[in-house]
């Protein structure tokens, strides 16, 4: 008999230690591991950056409340009572492309060393934390590779080593760290509607010859991306690429969420399959201005007030923020765009039209035959 197991084999979200990607300074004063931080994230502005250090004050008080303080040009500063725990870590960076972290009080799965003749004691230390160094930065023109550190890692000589004053070169390689992170993108066409109004399967109308599902997915997949179909349970659609709901009841709102928990490492091109006048202009349009550091990358007509939610790729990032809507009793996918980070695509109105009752399917159809 096969092991018992008690809970839900998920797909889990490929984080580091505490947050999707993150990297450790390590080898250096702690002033020197900020500075550094600083002159980085001054040069790297496209990204949204977080830095994760231990506090230096001696005589921290003992909090009873915690302090949220807004300021009106958008910053935040919030003093938190909690211990260190990996998982809530995870959530709270989870919108950061990249987390710096200090070596000296917590441990990364991905290192820079800093080559500080003072730190020679320090860094032996550390010596095991140092499992996957990605460059070394010399402090001083004089910095030494500590015999140690040869022993254990003979290559690191071979690793790439910047001078402290090459901030823009450390930041290119930085950057290149984040660039390896962006997630893949796959397809996810909508046809698990009721299509009430409708009073038939909005994806088997035919606007183009053939089922309106089958034009949908061949759309995406001319621009190479892996597709899939989104059904609900107890629709008899045999397919070998689909996603059967597991959040019921939901709608499209259900999809999205179906989709990250079989694939949370993606990023979702969702598509409607009521949309019939979508074409690879609009889809290509979408990859072309994808933007991963925002939450999604949606589609708006040019004489509309709000974004499209289900012509909209959704990034790995977005999964817990719908999960958050979900947990305060939302389950609209547009309430989430309106009010998270996102790039927004203008496109004419006529190309995003929802098709939903008879009369517009004809109106619609006599269109696309003219």
Same mark, same amino acid.
């Given at each position: 008999m096969g092991k018992h197991q008690k809970h839900a084999k998920l797909g889990l979200r490929n984080n580091n230690n505490f947050a999707p990607n993150e990297i450790a300074i390590v080898g250096t004063k702690c002033n020197e591991?900020?500075?550094?931080?600083?002159?980085?994230?001054?040069? !790297?502005?496209?990204?949204? !950056?977080?830095?994760?250090?231990?506090?230096?004050?001696?005589?921290?008080?003992?909090?009873?409340?915690?302090?949220?303080?807004?300021?009106?040009?958008?910053?935040?500063?919030?003093?938190?009572?909690?211990?260190?725990?990996?998982?809530?870590?995870?959530?709270?960076?989870?919108?950061?492309?990249?987390?710096?972290i200090n070596g000296n009080h917590y441990q990364a799965t991905k290192q820079i060393l800093v080559l500080d003749n003072e730190k020679e004691a320090s860094v032996l230390k550390r010596l095991e934390q140092l499992?996957?160094?990605?460059?070394?930065?010399?402090?001083?023109?004089?910095?030494?590779?500590?015999?140690?550190?040869l022993e254990k890692n003979p290559q690191?000589?071979?690793?790439?080593?910047?001078?402290?004053?090459?901030?823009d070169k450390i930041s290119k390689h930085i950057e290149n760290l984040i660039q390896e992170k962006i997630a893949a993108i796959q397809g996810l066409v909508l046809a698990g509607g009721k299509s009430t109004r409708m009073g038939t399967d909005k994806g088997t109308l035919y606007f183009y010859g053939k089922n309106q599902r089958d034009v949908a997915i061949e759309l995406l997949?001319?621009?190479?991306?892996?597709?899939?179909?989104?059904?609900?349970?107890?629709?008899?659609?045999?397919?070998?690429?689909?996603?059967?709901?597991?959040?019921?009841?939901?709608?499209?709102?259900?999809?999205?969420?179906?989709?990250?928990?079989?694939n949370p490492n993606v990023a979702w091109l969702v598509l409607a399959t009521d949309l019939p006048f979508v074409d690879d202009k609009v889809i290509q349009k979408l990859l072309k201005y994808r933007n991963p550091s925002k939450a999604a990358t949606t589609i708006k007509g040019k004489g509309k007030q709000f974004p499209e939610p289900l012509i909209t790729l959704w990034e790995p990032k977005?999964?817990?923020?719908?999960?958050?809507?979900?947990a305060q009793?939302?389950?609209?996918?547009?309430?989430?765009?309106?009010?998270?980070?996102?790039?927004?695509?203008?496109?004419?109105?006529?190309l995003i039209r929802n098709i939903n009752t008879p009369e517009e399917f004809k109106k619609a159809k006599k269109e696309i035959n003219e």
């Open positions: 591991v900020s500075k550094l931080v600083q002159q980085v994230s001054e040069k !790297l502005t496209n990204y949204k !950056l977080a830095y994760f250090d231990a506090s230096h004050s001696k005589d921290e008080r003992k909090q009873n409340v915690e302090e949220f303080v807004f300021n009106a040009n958008g910053n935040i500063t919030i003093n938190s009572i909690g211990n260190l725990n990996k998982f809530n870590q995870r959530i709270q960076f989870s919108q950061y492309d990249f987390v710096f499992n996957n160094i990605q460059f070394v930065i010399k402090l001083t023109e004089d910095a030494k590779y500590f015999d140690f550190l690191i000589k071979n690793l790439k080593c910047y001078k402290v004053s090459e901030i997949e001319k621009n190479h991306l892996k597709t899939y179909l989104s059904v609900r349970k107890e629709q008899d659609i045999t397919i070998e690429n689909k996603i059967v709901d597991t959040f019921i009841g939901l709608g499209p709102f259900g999809a999205i969420c179906s989709a990250f928990q079989s977005s999964y817990p923020l719908l999960l958050n809507y979900l009793g939302y389950s609209c996918p547009r309430k989430v765009l309106i009010n998270s980070e996102v790039e927004i695509i203008e496109v004419e109105d006529d």
